[in-house]
C-alpha cells in the first residue's frame, strides 16, 4: 500500500497581464515620484547652503567630468574592485554557508565564528590589507571580499537550514547523484535565500571599496570624491555622488529583479 506524502499543490492562478501591466506602470511612477522629490529638497537645501551644490550644478559638472575623460579610469577602478571582491567573497562565502548549514558540528563551530567577526568593522583589517596587497585594486578588492563574504555566509547557511526535510529524501528516492542534489534539489530551493545575500554582499563590497578608496588607492570614485572636496569644488563632488548612488541603485535593481524571477519559479 503506498502512502502519498504531499498533498496536492493548489493550481496557481495568474494574475491578467493588464493588472501587472498597470501595476507597474503605477510603481514606476512613484519611483519617478520619489527622485524627483529627493532632488526637489536637494535644491532647496542648495538655496539654504553655500556648503550644498546645486543639482544643475553638480549634472553639469558629472557631464563634463565624462566629457573630458578623466573619469573613466576612476570609474573603471572601482567597477574592477567591486567586481573582483564580489566575485572572491562569492567563491568562499556559498560552499562555506552550505557546508556549515549541512553540517550540525561545522555550524556549532562556526556560527558564533561568523556572528561575531560579522559585527567587526572591516576598515580595521585595512592596514593589514594595505601591507599585504599594497595600494591599488588589491587592496580594495580584499577590503570588497572581507566585507562581503560574511552576508553571503550568514544568507546561505540560512537558505540551506531552511530547505524542506522532504526534499533530500526526494533525491535519494531518484538517486540523483551529490552534484546533481545540489544543483537540482538545493539550490533551486535555496535561491531566494542566496539572492537575498548576493544583494546585500553587492552593497556591501560597494561601500567598501568606495571607503578603502577614501584612505589609500591610486584610482577610483572615492578617491575622485575626495580630491573634488580638497579642492572645494563642490560641483564636481555632488555630481559623483549622484554617480555613485546611481551605480549602487542599478546594480541593487538588476538584483532584485533576478530574485524576484527565482522566487516566482520556485
Do not use: C
Not at 548549514?101 to 559585527?119: C, E, H, N, Y
Not at 531552511?162 to 538517486?175: F, Q, Y
Not at 567598501?208 to 564636481?236: H, K
Amino acid at each position: 500500500m503506498s502512502t502519498d506524502v504531499s498533498a496536492p499543490a493548489a493550481p496557481k492562478t495568474a494574475a491578467p497581464s493588464g493588472a501587472r501591466t498597470t501595476t507597474t506602470i503605477k510603481d514606476n511612477l512613484w519611483r519617478v515620484a520619489v527622485v524627483l522629490a529627493l532632488i526637489a529638497i536637494w535644491a532647496g537645501l542648495s538655496v539654504l547652503s553655500d556648503l550644498v551644490s546645486s543639482p544643475a550644478a553638480s549634472f553639469a559638472a558629472l557631464a563634463e567630468l565624462f566629457a573630458n575623460g578623466s573619469i573613466y579610469r576612476h570609474l573603471g577602478t572601482t567597477l574592477e574592485a567591486v567586481a573582483i571582491g564580489f566575485l572572491i567573497a562569492a567563491a568562499i562565502g556559498f560552499p562555506l554557508g552550505y557546508a556549515i548549514g549541512r553540517s550540525k558540528f561545522l555550524g556549532a563551530v562556526f556560527d558564533p565564528i561568523v556572528a561575531g567577526a560579522f559585527a567587526i568593522p572591516r576598515i580595521v583589517f585595512f592596514p593589514v590589507l594595505l601591507q599585504i596587497s599594497g595600494v591599488g585594486v588589491g587592496a580594495q578588492s580584499a577590503m570588497a571580499a572581507l566585507a562581503a563574504v560574511f552576508p553571503i555566509i550568514v544568507s546561505t547557511t540560512a537558505g540551506v537550514r531552511a530547505i524542506n526535510p522532504v526534499l533530500p529524501k526526494l533525491a535519494r528516492s531518484l538517486s540523483l547523484s551529490r552534484l546533481q542534489t545540489v544543483t537540482k534539489i538545493y539550490v533551486p530551493a535555496m535561491a531566494p535565500s542566496l539572492m537575498v545575500g548576493i544583494r546585500i554582499g553587492f552593497s556591501i563590497a560597494f561601500i567598501n571599496v568606495i571607503i578603502a578608496e577614501f584612505f589609500a588607492a591610486r584610482a577610483g570614485l572615492g578617491l575622485l570624491a575626495l580630491r573634488a572636496y580638497g579642492r572645494l569644488d563642490l560641483p564636481s563632488m555632488y555630481g559623483i555622488i549622484v554617480l555613485l548612488a546611481a551605480i549602487a541603485l542599478i546594480g541593487n535593481m538588476v538584483l532584485w529583479a533576478v530574485e524576484r524571477r527565482l522566487s516566482k519559479k520556485s
